[in-house]
């Protein structure tokens, strides 16, 4: 039997939704030409009704990114607190929106069975295409009793190409490395998808428009606007140094270090967790690539 509070696959962070800190950590793959992966690992603060649904993510699809008609497959592990019963069934909707106008663009829902081991696994097609620059929410909703406060939830929501690619997804509870049993570093467009686009490139910070300090983070500009450039705050460092995130200054600025300038980021919070920043830290420490 497997156990997710064992399983090596997860980036921890965290995020806030509907003013409760339910999500522990996070972990964002776009693994392969056939599929992408966004997986999530949470843990309730408080009870989720039977029937009630609620907000768990959402993901920003970027330009050039091509969803079109595909397959959804949700699947994790639930595991319930000591002396409680989950519930039998739970129901994962993705419900994609227009970025720009906020328009549905399609939804699915997933009813799935919960094993005895707290494993689930189902699929279904999506009926339209998706358009680029799209935003996916995921929701998850207990069937019949409730998910008590303290019940930890692996989930990942795959996208495939064909219904055939559906067996070649690896196993949501399974750790991803590259081969020598190191996970795979963070590639510049997980960082883009799940933290500078939605946290860094917005109005009033670092989008086009307003470029605070100089800097714009939106996607297609940050690796230019970041690798080997210096800081305007401190000129001295680069905004990101390949392989040293000691020397780079995002990363300072990231945890708050003292010998910053002005205030940490993001400014005014909530901040990033140790374990957000270990992300830009993997990127870093793998070379800073244009990936």
Not at 46 to 55: D, Y
Not at 210 to 216: D, K
Request: net charge negative.
């Amino acid at each position: 039997m497997r156990n997710l509070r064992q399983s090596a696959l997860l980036r921890v962070g965290t995020a806030i939704f509907s003013g409760v800190l339910i999500l522990q950590g996070c972990s964002f793959d776009f693994s392969s030409d056939k599929f992408q992966r966004f997986r999530i690992f949470f843990t309730l603060t408080q009870a989720l009704g039977a029937g009630e649904a609620t907000l768990v993510h959402s993901w920003f699809f970027p330009t050039e990114l091509k969803v079109r008609k595909r397959w959804v497959r949700v699947s994790g592990q639930v595991i319930a607190p000591e002396e409680q019963t989950p519930p039998a069934s739970i129901t994962v909707e993705a419900r994609f929106e227009d970025v720009e106008t906020g328009k549905q663009q399609a939804r699915v829902s997933i009813k799935v069975r919960i094993a005895e081991d707290g494993t689930f696994s189902a699929s279904k097609k999506l009926k339209k295409n998706i358009a680029s620059d799209s935003l996916m929410m995921v929701t998850v909703e207990p069937d019949n009793l409730d998910l008590e406060e303290g019940t930890a939830l692996a989930l990942c929501v795959d996208l495939v190409a064909t219904k055939k690619d559906l067996g070649s997804i690896p196993d949501c509870l399974e750790p991803e490395d590259n081969g020598a049993g190191q996970p795979e570093p963070v590639t510049l467009t997980q960082l883009q998808t799940s933290l500078f686009t939605p946290t860094c490139a917005v109005a009033g910070c670092h989008s086009a428009a307003t470029a605070r300090a100089g800097l714009i983070l939106e996607a297609g500009r940050t690796f230019g606007e970041t690798v080997n450039v210096a800081s305007s705050e401190r000129p001295e460092l680069d905004i990101i140094e390949p392989n040293d995130p000691e020397r780079s200054y995002m990363v300072k600025k990231l945890r708050g270090d003292p010998d910053i300038e002005g205030e940490r980021m993001p400014e005014g919070g909530p901040f990033l967790s140790d374990e957000r920043i270990a992300e830009v830290i993997s990127w870093i420490e793998a070379g800073a690539l244009d990936n």
